[in-house]
């Protein structure tokens, strides 16, 4: 089911009490560290940096901001725990706008070429001026059956096409696990890779190289 404006609402709400509990006693000294670190091995905003260490950065213990946060709040709901939760499971990356529909942005994400409803509890204006064809860089996350932004947006018109596709095809050797969220294209990778095999050692006869002196 699309998320509902009470859920998006309600993500709102959390996402708020999330960032303030990140920012307190032991997980602000943390958080600091964490950003400085960071700031100085890439260009990217300390928005972003702060929404990737609230939902994805592993502390010393193994878990996740969010999953210290849940466990500090046992007065959620279970809706309230799941919908949390979810949101460590980040699709970050490029997306190309295919059209608006309704409240939400149907685009797809150039890394994984998967299509995605997005929407924003900031409300269905900040999709305005995001035509189609136009590009987003964002970071969402699991909404009911949809996805919501998370963090920074950043508009990029369709003029910059060509630059976006090579900036895109870079990114493929730092950000491989983007690319096996599309089951059907990593399928088809085994499928191509075992033909080559198949080709190979009807050929050759044997996959093992055999050094000659």
């Known amino acids: 089911m699309p998320a509902t404006t009470s859920q998006l609402d309600r993500a709102a709400e959390l996402k708020r009490l999330l960032v303030t509990f990140g920012r307190t006693g032991r997980l602000e000294r943390e958080f600091d560290r964490t950003l400085a670190e960071r700031q100085a091995e890439t260009d990217l905003d300390a928005v972003t940096l ?5 939902l994805q950065h592993k502390l010393d213990d193994g878990r996740t901001v969010v999953e210290h946060f849940v466990g500090a709040h046992p007065e959620l709901s279970e809706d309230d725990r799941a919908m949390v939760l979810a949101w460590q499971d980040v699709v970050e990356g490029i997306f190309e706008i ?3 529909d309704g409240e939400a942005l ?10 995605y409803r997005i929407r924003s509890n900031k409300g269905a204006s900040l999709f305005d001026p995001m035509p189609e064809g136009s590009f987003l860089a964002c970071r969402i996350v699991p909404m ?3 996805w919501m932004l998370s963090g920074v947006s950043r508009p990029i018109p369709a003029s910059r096409r060509r ?8 990114s493929f050797a730092t950000h491989k696990a983007s690319i096996f969220r599309n089951k059907e294209k990593l399928e088809l990778a085994w499928k191509l890779q075992r033909e080559d095999r198949e080709y ?13 002196g």
């Open 50 to 54: 702060t929404d990737r260490f609230l």
């Open 98 to 100: 295919e059209q608006r």
């Open 106 to 115: 149907v685009a797809v994400n150039l890394s994984d070429d998967l299509t």
């Open 144 to 146: 009911a059956d949809e």
């Open 163 to 170: 630059e976006i596709y090579e900036t895109v095809m870079h």
């Open 200 to 212: 190979f050692l009807s050929f050759f006869g044997t996959d093992a190289h055999t050094a000659t």
